[in-house]
């Protein structure tokens, strides 16, 4: 069941009126080219009949001192506005009211196909021998209310366009989130500071149901210092708890809360306090649902991504232990290395897909290893050409080894080409240039980098500034110059200098 706000006293447009300027300055001058009579606006829709007296300073002149004479007047000119608004002429209607006076009504149209009217009391002189003066000011009284109800409508019409707008909008907004984070600590994140920037509140938190679905996981809140730091909650306390266990929303003056819903509730978003600290609208219930809905599919998602990127990265480790057990190489660098890719294709302009599978192939550019001689690969004099030979092969074999793994084949073009080089003297298959794929030649830099810094059976390892000297050395010939440019921006970054100490 959705909770509602209480229902409001129907609101009259033309009553804003009152409140233009032009009509301000009209009235006080037609005012006073009547004598200064009372005014007053009858107002009359099928809910409420509204008598408004418009100079609220002037008392009435026959009987100033009486307050209760006051009332029985707008009593009297009350039923009077009554007596003739389903009257459709506009035909001004003169009249004496009970004390006598001299008093005229100015019938009306108004938006709700209702009639009101504009009542004059106290006239100086009857209405009928001031023909030009009631004339001009009925047509500048109808010319202002057209301007009310043109206001009105132009009004409407943005509050019945902008709620689709603003949908579209964040329909469009929620799909970039989506397409650009994978994981779920990724996603979830973006998508409360989403809702937070489109509907504009000042807190919003995510909610998921345990396994067990007793408790339920803050996977983000605004109220967490750092936003990350999991809060765990047994179900029966507070209003996301309440809207999980049952599946309704929850809409209230500054809190919003929608259910996560797929084959059944798993969890909730909740927004809390507009910036501009009014109540929550029906608009923003509609845009909160239609975002809920995206990131149901968006959760679903995310969830299926994590499952897959820990069997994959399960099977790396399996992989990468098996290496570790065949070549007992100085591997102390290895974070490093892992780091060094990823700054360095994120500088480059790479995509998120195309950044995780540089950081998985770190970890399998030696899966061709397997099954080379140890003696080989621990051979502390030069290899002989045969020998030489055979290591040449193991970014083929390694490719070969990895290729039955689906999850790891787009890593296959960075493990085969890594031993490429620019000037197209490499191997396996002598590429050139732009010909190598930007992973393999971004791995060929940081992978020469951190092999120069470590220690080999042949050599010992090398100083920082020497191994980066030798990488400005093989500028255009080994390496790809714009890759080499991006590895100086990054080892001078303080984050992977202090690594290096």
Not at 136 to 152: M, T
Not at 270 to 278: T, V
């Amino acid at each position: 069941m959705v909770l509602l706000k209480e229902k409001r006293a129907q609101k009259i447009p033309e009553s804003s009126i009152l409140k233009s300027a032009s009509w301000k300055r009209g009235y006080a001058a037609f005012n006073t080219l009547f004598k200064k009579p009372l005014g007053w606006l009858y107002l009359a829709t099928e809910s409420s009949d509204d008598l408004i007296r418009l100079d609220r300073k002037t008392r009435c002149p026959w009987d100033a001192a009486s307050s209760a004479h006051e009332k029985s007047c707008e009593e009297y000119l009350l039923e009077f506005a009554r007596s003739k608004k389903e009257d459709h002429t506009e035909t001004i209607h003169s009249f004496r009211c009970h004390e006598g006076e001299l008093c005229a009504a100015f019938p009306l149209k108004l938006l709700n196909g209702k009639q009101g009217c504009f009542m004059v009391c106290n006239l100086k002189e009857p209405i009928s021998r001031q023909t030009h003066l009631k004339t001009a000011f009925y047509e500048f009284l109808k010319e202002e209310l057209n301007l009310v109800r043109k206001d009105y409508e132009l009004r409407s019409l943005y509050e019945a366009v902008q709620p689709k707008a603003l949908a579209l909008s964040a329909l469009h907004s929620i799909h970039r989130v989506i397409s650009t984070a994978f994981s779920l600590n990724e996603l979830l994140p973006r998508i409360a500071r989403l809702c937070m920037q489109i509907l504009k509140v000042k807190h919003c938190s995510i909610s998921l149901l345990d396994r067990e679905r007793k408790h339920l996981l803050c996977k983000f809140s605004t109220g967490q210092s750092d936003g990350t730091k999991l809060i765990r909650k047994k179900l029966g306390h507070g209003i996301d708890s309440k809207v999980v266990l049952g599946g309704e929303i929850h809409f209230g003056r500054h809190v919003l809360a929608v259910p996560f819903i797929e084959k059944d509730v798993f969890g909730v978003i909740m927004l809390k306090a507009r910036i501009d600290k009014k109540s929550f609208t029906a608009t923003d219930l509609e845009v909160l649902q239609m975002l809920s809905e995206q990131t149901v599919v968006a959760i679903k998602n995310a969830q299926l991504y994590d499952e897959m990127h820990e069997l994959t990265m399960g099977s790396i480790k399996s992989i990468a232990d098996l290496l570790e057990l065949n070549y007992s190489g100085d591997n102390v660098h290895l974070p490093l290395f892992a780091q060094l890719v990823r700054e360095m294709g994120a500088d480059l302009g790479l995509s998120r897909h195309d950044l995780v599978d540089l950081e998985r192939a770190v970890h399998l550019l030696d899966t061709g290893y397997i099954g080379l001689p140890q003696k080989i690969l621990s051979k502390k004099t030069g290899l002989t050409q045969k020998e030489y030979e055979l290591i040449k092969k193991h970014p083929s074999r390694g490719a070969q080894v990895l290729k039955s793994i689906s999850s790891l084949k787009p890593l296959l073009p960075i493990i085969l080409h890594h031993h490429e080089r620019y000037d197209g003297r490499g191997y396996p298959q002598g590429l050139a240039g732009e010909e190598i794929p930007i992973g393999a030649r971004i791995v060929a830099v940081a992978d020469s980098f951190t092999a120069i810094i470590s220690k080999r059976p042949y050599r010992e390892s090398k100083k920082v500034s020497e191994a980066i000297e030798e990488i400005q050395r093989h500028i255009g010939s080994q390496f790809d110059p714009k890759v080499v440019t991006s590895f100086l921006k990054v080892i001078q970054s303080k984050k992977i200098t202090k690594d290096l100490l």
